[in-house]
């Protein structure tokens, strides 16, 4: 069964036709990094007008790479939260047209829980009950997954996710956007240790993260090194913050991973992407005999193969839309 897969929730204009929940014919993702990059992140108004200009150009090419028509998905599947009101409303409604025009199922997809379900696509023995940490531009979650459609919850960020205090950090430094593949890359080169920065929440004994606090720890302390004359090697403040937010994500996840007992965790969003986490997480879980698991780069950033994908578990569990379906901007799971 093939289902069209409609994502525009942030900067991402995406479509995808994937059959049966895992097999992807098409992933077609047109990126607005270019027209958001002289402002250090995402401008909402540029991000929705420049859904409007590219939806119709990307579901097209969706379907042709896939070598179907309008005519052959069953459903049509399209990211109606969290987001950018803005931007998920353009999705929506090319969606609901198409639903429409087609006389076809027309199915809503929660963003975050497509992001978590990418591990479902990529490995088809994932074990279930799993904690799964979901960390992108917009959100910092940590769930308990029952299922491609169950989970639960067990905690998030209280401010900034993780994303977002990379992004800030590379606009306050001027290093490009989107900042976390630049951090990423420019903290390889740079001694973690230099500067011990702040583990917010690391024991506050609850599940949930804060990145706000340690965003400006690094903002102050580069205007006062900046102010008392002193060197500051970028390499070494990059390594240093990326390793307080890993030391803070990895050992929030292995500590619910104990107490839920489960034998598998997983990673998700943007941030999915980034090499000192996957690298200390595989370590740090291995030693702990838990097996670890992410999706490739493509399906942890956003991407409508994963919309698709969950769209079908949904679809057999009997979900469907009606055309009243708007767009929400809260998260709700
Ligand atoms: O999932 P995603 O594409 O969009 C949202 O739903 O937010 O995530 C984008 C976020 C951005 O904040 C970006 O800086 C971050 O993921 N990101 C990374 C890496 N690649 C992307 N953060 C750290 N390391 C990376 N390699
Ligand atoms: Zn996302």
Redesign the pocket.
């Known amino acids: 069964m093939f289902i069209l897969g409609i994502e525009s929730?942030?900067d991402?204009t995406a479509a995808a036709v994937v059959e049966d929940g895992v097999k992807i014919l098409s992933n077609v993702i047109s990126s607005q990094n270019e027209f958001h990059r002289k402002y250090g992140g995402v401008v909402p108004e540029i991000a929705s007008r420049k859904h409007v200009e590219l939806i119709l150009y990307v579901i097209d090419e969706a379907l042709n790479k896939a070598g179907i028509t309008l005519k052959d998905p069953e459903a049509i599947a399209v990211t109606h939260k969290p987001g950018l009101v803005g931007s998920l409303l353009v999705g929506v409604s090319a969606a609901k047209a198409l639903a429409y025009s087609q006389r076809k199922p027309l199915i809503a997809v929660n963003?975050i829980e497509a992001?978590a379900y990418a591990n479902f696509m990529e490995h088809s023995d994932l074990e279930v009950p799993h904690l799964n940490l979901t960390v992108?531009?917009?959100?910092t979650l940590l769930l308990y997954i029952q299922s491609p459609t169950e989970h639960e919850v067990i905690g998030g960020t209280l401010d900034d996710a993780a994303?977002?205090a990379?992004?800030k950090i590379a606009k306050f430094l001027n290093l490009g956007f989107?900042?976390?593949?630049i951090?990423?890359r420019l903290a390889k080169s740079g001694d973690p240790k230099a500067i011990d920065f702040p583990r917010p929440l690391l024991n506050s004994g609850d599940y949930n993260f804060s990145f706000s606090g340690l965003k400006t720890a690094v903002t102050y302390y580069v205007k006062e090194a900046k102010s008392q004359g002193r060197d500051l090697r970028e390499e070494d403040l990059l390594a240093s913050f990326q390793q307080a937010v890993v030391d803070v994500l990895v050992t929030k996840l292995l500590k619910a991973a104990e107490e839920r007992q489960v034998s598998t965790v997983t990673l998700s969003?943007?941030?999915a992407?980034?090499?000192l986490l996957r690298k200390i997480l595989s370590e740090k879980g291995t030693e702990l005999g838990l097996k670890v698991v992410y999706p490739r780069l493509e399906l942890?950033?956003?991407n409508a193969a994963t919309i698709a994908g969950l769209a079908y578990h949904l679809f057999k569990k009997g979900l469907r839309s009606g055309l009243e379906l708007s767009a929400e901007a809260n998260l709700e799971l």
Request: glycine content about 24%; some cysteine; hydrophobic content about 10%.
């Open positions: 929730s942030c991402d963003h992001h992108s531009g917009g959100h994303g977002e990379y992004d989107p900042g976390g593949p951090i990423d969003g943007g941030v992407a980034n090499s942890c950033t956003d």
